[in-house]
T-cell receptor
């Protein structure tokens, strides 16, 4: 069964460093999303992406964040200058239509 | 504004039933139910679109009451594998497809 994959599974970085989180959505899906979950809290929407552009973003998704689909398979989330409060689990999701979203296993980001 | 789930936590014995509710103060376009086990990704269970439909597979079903802006998830004859945190994700309006997740309900099924 097709699934969303994410790399790395765990990323440790120093405050102020740039990180890139990678996702490979399900191959025939057209809508892509990033969510994050701070430890012990609920999942929060960051951004949605369709037709090579951001379709929606939350207030969390400020200028430090960017997304890109550099080729036909990858979907990336970049954080330019990480802060301690960026430590969280980041989930990529994809959907064929704007409805059922399938989540990847997540990348645990730890900012020291 | 996030949907509110109740109860916050529930402990069951194997074979018992449970109901988890998800309420919104805003008009809902759709409700998505997920189960998340500790340290893992949310796993999609089902989606309900406005219209008051009820869905289900195996021993898990859900309903959506459009008038009350509420959805309920029904777990019958619970199994150990049902343990986890259940989240409802709501979509408000047809122009957006971002999921706003509820506060979560921790379900523990004991032997």
């Amino acid at each position: 069964e097709p699934e969303v994959t994410q790399t790395p599974s765990h990323q440790v970085t120093q405050m102020g460093q740039e990180v890139i989180l990678r996702c490979v959505p399900i191959s025939n899906h057209l809508y892509f999303y990033w969510y994050r979950q701070i430890l012990g809290q609920k999942v929060e929407f960051l951004v949605s992406f369709y037709n090579n552009e951001i379709s929606e973003k939350s207030e969390i998704f400020d200028d430090q964040f960017s997304v890109e689909r550099p080729d036909g398979s990858n979907f990336t989330l970049k954080i330019r200058s990480t802060k301690l409060e960026d430590s969280a689990m980041y989930f990529c999701a994809s959907s064929a239509w704007p409805d059922t979203q399938y989540f990847g296993p997540g990348t645990r980001l730890t900012v020291l | 504004q996030q949907p509110v789930q109740s109860p916050q936590a529930v402990i069951l014995r194997e074979g018992e039933d449970a109901v988890i509710n998800c309420s919104s103060s805003k008009a809902l376009y759709s409700v998505h139910w997920y189960r998340q086990k500790h340290g893992e990704a949310p796993v999609f269970l089902m989606i309900l679109l406005k219209g008051g439909e009820q869905k289900g597979h195996d021993k898990i079903s859900a309903s959506f009451n459009e008038k009350k802006q509420q959805s309920s998830l029904y777990l019958t004859a619970s199994q150990l594998s049902y343990s986890g945190t259940y989240f409802c994700g709501t979509v408000y309006g047809g122009a957006t497809n971002k999921l706003i997740f509820g506060t979560g309900t921790l379900l523990a099924v004991q032997p």
